[in-house]
């Protein structure tokens, strides 16, 4: 099956939302095995919707509508729909007493204008609206599907999940199921040597590569019959790219850097303390993101003077002096510093220069030491050059250390 | 001039990235009153290239397309355009020179595949990148604008900014300016009514409000005659707002409260340090995520733990017991022991629940205080129920630190 989405709202050609919806729904129908051919953004128009409508049945077979089922004359999906179809608008009853309830419940008042939310082509397949009071909805029509949803997505994506789902996959005799590798410490050329042979010739299931930011993931896609299980595809081809990747692989699918060092720390019952210079707090920041965070982390603390490290961590006087604040051997009293006031059983340091000032031939921008310690005597000190602006300095600095924290948990290199 | 921009590549169909390019021009073609009529995303795929050209030039006058200009078999975009316009594809040494200057200066050897990064269509002004291999191009066929830009946007921007704006607005008689006045500590709804009659009946310069996740913009944007001077449209209106508004206008166009509360801090030396427990370092990650912050920034501690509190901050025992850790007392008390241990001018503590967990009837999840004094006895503490999901919640009470800050250096309240 072949698709297109069609996204309609003049919010999304004048820039003033990204079209995170067309980006969730290629994602599900990749998943899903249904060629994704097109997005097409056009703007609350009806002309241009229709027109839009018109070259999308001639080129595939599902076509999926975002935004436009508001209350207001703008909204016109169904209307331009109904029109390019030749179908009638009929109220949908079960719709008007939802609208209604959500209305009563939330003590406003119902206009007008709401009730053509309820109006569908006829001979639609309604799909309700957990969250807010536009139902979507699916027209069969000479052998093409037309899928009506609302635009904000935290309405789209449960419609999506609980209702288009079920009703794609009963048009398929196939069951598609994707696990997601994430991968650590390792270039993207790197990681395609590794498993080239393995990528070579793939095609049930699929392997996806894909490089982030400063992280590699692999998406593994399966595709059955409806009655068997696409992960005895999947486990012997994971299991194949482990043992090349090892310990590269820190995760899968939803896990973070920061999710895995919560969870690592959590089922061992030790505490982490940080103590940050160039990345300014951004590892606490990530570190308490974790729900149940507060479990694991006692303290963090953002020294960036020279006065502070002395002070809070206890560097002396005299390291600062011979060997600078951005050095090794700051890290390693800092991190020091953080156990002992702490009483953490893991802690990290990082000093550093993330730019775009403050960089010398000797040290540039970029230069970071990072530490990782325990108080067992565990102590690893690196040091980088990272590329990049100040931003991306920080987050990369950041990534290496719960990447570090994470090796030093699981006794690994 | 009308518009439509093309998104070539597979990697959007599949979901891996979502189409920022579109967003970014969306805005940028906004701001230089060209219509845009439509978005398109397309495959790797010559066919469907070409297609989507063929449908695009009966549509628009001005089409802009995105990616596809790497050195793989993949990238295509400008073969496409030279098959669909008949034109020769031409190698143009200006930009073989430069490629290979750049992998010499990185120390990387250039591959055969390289060099059809360098060429293009007879005919069309070629656009140096300054930040990757691949320049963009733009070609002038029938009336007709071909502006080819590539993927990523790091390269895409600064490409677009300081050879394609000069390149539409020279096509043009008119020139277009905005202003953008950035808000914060008021909702969508009030600001409306407080500016409606200045809303109503404004064709230039026009005003667009937009709401963010936790405030908001006004964007006045001003058309005059190539040789007039739009500011002079958008100053008086800018004041009639502003007389409206007031200090609710924290900053214009790039400003975020983190980089106008560091401004506000180096104009008038003033130190800042801050004690975080529920925004677990989000605070100072914002700070110092802002270029010469370690000017002003001595110090940041996430005390997490009721321990920690104690002894790094000075909290009584007695405080936590007899008020909890996310209470008004426990607030006072981190934001006094912050500023006497560090020296700084100006302090900054927050203690509250985020969520998921740790809520109770009494101190439900969203509960947060805020403290804010200085070395001088200044002392405002803020209780507040704040609504979302946990991330949401540590960014709005670092939003409303960041903000009262700026009112207390401001003397407005």
Redesign the interface.
């Known amino acids: 099956m072949n698709a297109e989405i069609i996204?309609v709202g003049t919010e999304?050609?004048?820039?003033?939302?990204?079209?995170?919806d067309?980006?969730?729904?290629?994602?599900?129908?990749?998943q899903l095995g249904i060629n994704?051919?097109?997005?097409?953004?056009?703007?609350d128009n009806m002309e241009?919707v229709k027109?839009?409508l018109s070259?999308a049945v001639d080129?595939v077979d599902l076509i999926i509508t975002t935004g436009g089922l508001g209350p207001t004359m703008d909204d016109l999906t169904k209307e331009a729909i109904a029109e390019f179809l030749g179908l009638k608008l009929v109220a949908h009853q079960p719709s008007i007493d939802a609208m209604e309830a959500f209305f009563v419940k939330r003590g406003r008042t119902i206009s007008k204008n709401n009730y053509k939310q309820a109006d569908f082509p006829e001979g639609a397949i309604i799909l309700p609206n957990s969250v807010g009071t536009a139902p979507g909805a699916i027209v069969e029509y000479n052998d093409k599907i037309f899928v009506i949803l609302p635009g904000p997505p935290r309405e789209l994506q449960p419609m999506f999940e609980n209702h288009v789902i079920p009703y794609l996959e009963s048009k398929s005799d196939e069951k598609i199921v994707s696990k997601v590798l994430k991968i650590y410490g390792i270039g993207e050329s790197v990681m395609e040597e590794k498993i080239q042979d393995i990528l070579a010739n793939q095609s049930n299931p699929t392997i996806?590569p894909?490089a982030g930011d400063s992280e590699l993931t692999l998406r593994i896609t399966a595709k059955t019959a409806r009655n068997d299980d696409p992960l005895t595809l999947i486990q012997p081809l994971e299991n194949r790219i482990r043992e090349r990747l090892g310990d590269l692989i820190y995760g899968v699918d939803g896990d973070t850097l920061e999710s895995v060092v919560v969870n690592l720390l959590t089922r061992s019952s030790k505490t982490l303390a940080?103590a940050?210079s160039c990345?300014?707090?951004?590892?606490?920041?990530r570190?308490?993101?974790i729900?149940?965070?507060?479990n694991v982390?006692?303290?963090?603390?953002?020294?960036?003077?020279n006065?502070?490290k002395i002070?809070?961590l206890g560097v002396t006087k005299k390291t600062l002096n011979d060997y600078g604040a951005v050095s090794y051997e700051t890290a390693t009293e800092m991190v020091k510093g953080i156990l002992h006031?702490?009483g953490a059983d893991v802690g990290i340091s990082i000093t550093g220069i993330?730019?775009?000032?403050?960089g010398t031939p000797d040290k540039p921008v970029g230069l970071v030491y990072i530490a990782i310690a325990d108080k067992n005597g565990y102590m690893k000190v690196q040091e980088h050059n990272l590329l990049g602006e100040?931003?991306r300095v920080?987050q990369t600095a950041a990534s290496i250390a719960l990447d570090s924290v994470r090796r030093m948990l699981l006794n690994i290199n």
């Open positions: 996204g999304l050609l004048l820039g003033q939302i990204v079209n995170t067309a980006q969730y729904l290629s994602q599900k129908l990749s994704l051919f097109y997005h097409t953004v056009v703007g241009r027109q839009a070259i080129r996806a894909l940080v940050e990345t300014g707090g951004l590892i606490a920041q570190i308490t993101s729900p149940g965070a507060s982390f006692i303290e963090g603390t953002i020294t960036y003077s006065q502070s002070e809070r006031t702490t993330a730019g775009p000032r403050g100040r931003t920080q």
